[in-house]
């Protein structure tokens, strides 16, 4: 009997308190900007409340309502980040001349990580996760759960189904490493291992998704 894939394990919610107005809304957003600037400056060590706060033109005070610490900050854009990611997707899957191939979704999945990674500031340091060990972080157990929830119903799938959690993980965290491999070789991700990268999860994914989703 196969062993269901674990759940990722949700984090606290970051913030202390969520905005309810409009100018609250704003001045977390400018937080979170200014953190994603100063991380693409100045890395995630050198990052500082106060730097945050300085550069976001809000009091220290602003700040330490929304958060406790640097790394709640980074945690709050990490989440947002994911959020935009899934944005970014559907965006992509809904237009009109978007065609529901699986294999097209896993090239659309691909590319718009690839476009945050190039144009999103702080992205390289936090993309869905604040920097932590390898072993401790639940990141791509969580972007897996929220890919598999996201293509599901275009895709004909039950997201309930443990072989299918299990795959998008394998996916997932396969695709992290090469892609993380790729943007070291080159600062812009090296086109033959992202192309590569694309070739292996179409293979993998293919003996779960033949048959199970539209294909072209």
């Known amino acids: 009997m196969q062993q269901p894939t674990p759940r990722s ?7 202390r308190r969520v905005p309810v107005q409009q100018r609250s809304a704003a001045r977390l957003a400018r937080i979170l900007d200014a953190c994603a ?3 693409e400056e100045t890395g995630y060590e050198d990052l500082s409340t106060r730097a945050v706060a300085h550069r976001a033109e809000v009091p220290i005070g602003s700040v330490y309502r929304f958060f406790p610490n640097k790394r709640a900050i980074a945690a709050a854009l990490a989440r947002r980040n994911l959020d935009a990611y899934a944005a970014r997707i559907t965006a992509r899957l809904t237009t009109p001349e978007a065609p529901l191939v699986w294999r097209h979704v896993m090239d659309v999945v691909v590319d718009e990580y690839l476009a945050m990674k190039r144009t999103v500031p702080g992205f390289g340091l936090v993309e869905f996760t604040v ?12 972007v897996a759960d929220r890919l598999l929830g996201l293509l599901a119903a275009r895709l004909g799938l039950d997201a309930a189904d443990e072989r299918l959690r299990t795959a998008f ?3 997932v965290e396969t695709a992290d490493a090469l892609l993380q491999l790729a943007f070291r070789t080159d600062p812009a991700g090296d086109p033959a291992i992202v ?3 694309k070739e292996l999860l ?9 048959g199970a989703a539209p294909d072209g």
């Not at 179409?202 to 033949?210: G, K």
């Open 195 to 197: 192309a590569e990268t």
């Open 131 to 142: 920097p932590a060990p390898r072993e401790s972080r639940q990141a791509n157990y969580e």
């Open 202 to 210: 179409r293979a993998y994914l293919a003996r779960y998704l033949d």
């Open 37 to 39: 600037e100063l991380l």
């Open 9 to 15: 394990t949700p984090h606290p919610h970051p913030l």
């Open 169 to 171: 993980l394998v996916g």
